[in-house]
């Protein structure tokens, strides 16, 4: 292989966002996203809609990233596309132009699971960001994951830790429906707390054993509250909107640190690196660079850019696979739910 480069073109499709990325080894040519602003009025992801819009969005989308790389696609050495998980009708449209382009150019298809990207996202080569060293503890936070993760190599990964019902997000954005906000509501929460008083509503924590979390008790406790004190006062919510914010981020963020801790004593690896939607959330991000100095563990918080659903984090990933030569044929199926 000698030291000529390797372009890889990345395609992500998993839920509602169509991404396309170019990588020459690990670092980052260009990275587009294009957002669907038609779920905001259903308050949520409408998975046929969701794949209508892929259709739409996936041609102009990979040819602005080859453009703005100003690569050719013929210089491409690979092609890497999510397999999963998720919406299976979003993963098609991927996989389906992945498989397409490179029959077309008789280039290498690789397969990412979207839940290594997450993690594998810390290896993209960015100034001002370290790579955290294996083995490291990644903590995935998304819409649909909570899981922490013991990372021994690129493709060697155990979930040591993960959710029995709800995701965060979820927990975030079901809590923001609560208190009227519109639809996705994690990032209203984030940005009314920093206003708030954290200790203003004490909620309970759930007490679940070892390393596992659960967010749905939580949700039903923020449900009560609420609907008891509005009961009472009907200006509750918009009288006290920063403080219930800042309340409900404080103890999602100390359940997650509660784990983070005892997930450290017990495997005695003290590098924390966090990936997936939420971990753009300040507080998240503030609490974990905090631990550095508190718990005595060295934390990595990737790009923003590279914490929502991208096409970078596909090609990272892909780019590992294609050092070992980890190649699928064209009758590779997406799946909706994946093994590890």
Not at 124 to 132: R, T, V, Y
Not at 174 to 193: N, T, V
Not at 213 to 231: E, P
Request: hydrophobic fraction near 45%; proline fraction near 5%; charge should be negative.
């Amino acid at each position: 292989m000698g030291n000529l480069p390797i372009f890889i073109l990345a395609i992500e499709s998993s839920c509602d966002d169509t991404a396309a990325a170019v990588l020459k080894n690990d670092k980052i040519l260009s990275n587009i996203v294009a957002n669907q602003s038609i779920h905001n009025e259903y308050g949520g992801v409408v998975p046929e809609l969701a794949s209508r819009a892929h259709q739409q969005n996936i041609v102009p989308v990979i040819d602005m990233a080859l453009r703005k790389a100003n690569i050719n696609k013929d210089q491409l050495d690979a092609i890497a596309f999510t397999q999963g998980p998720g919406l299976m009708g979003s993963l098609l449209v991927g996989s389906s132009f992945a498989k397409s382009l490179a029959l077309a150019l008789d280039i290498p298809l690789i397969a990412v699971n979207h839940m290594h990207a997450h993690i594998l996202a810390h290896f993209i080569d960015e100034e001002g960001f370290d790579k955290p060293e294996f083995p490291f503890l990644a903590l995935t936070i998304s819409g649909g994951h909570t899981q922490i993760i013991q990372v021994n190599g690129f493709f060697d990964m155990k979930i040591i830790g993960e959710t029995t019902d709800d995701a965060v997000g979820e927990a975030f954005d079901k809590s923001a429906k609560i208190l009227g906000l519109p639809y996705p509501g994690g990032p209203l929460i984030d940005k009314y707390a920093q206003l708030g008083n954290p200790k203003a509503f004490p909620f309970t924590k759930p007490k679940v054993p070892g390393l596992d979390f659960s967010f749905s008790g939580l949700k039903t406790q923020i449900l009560y509250f609420v609907q008891k004190n509005v009961a009472l006062n009907p200006d509750f919510i918009a009288e006290n909107r920063n403080d219930i914010c800042a309340s409900i981020q404080y103890t999602i963020v100390q359940i997650l640190l509660d784990k983070l801790k005892l997930a450290v004593a017990q495997t005695g690896i003290h590098q924390i690196a966090i990936g997936g939607g939420v971990s753009a959330n300040t507080g998240i991000r503030q609490a974990i660079k905090d631990g550095e100095k508190k718990y005595n563990w060295k934390s990595f918080i990737p790009k923003f850019e590279y914490t929502t659903d991208n096409a970078a984090m596909i090609g990272i990933a892909g780019y590992q696979k294609f050092l070992v030569h980890n190649f699928e044929n064209a009758a590779v199926v997406s799946k909706a739910r994946i093994e590890f």
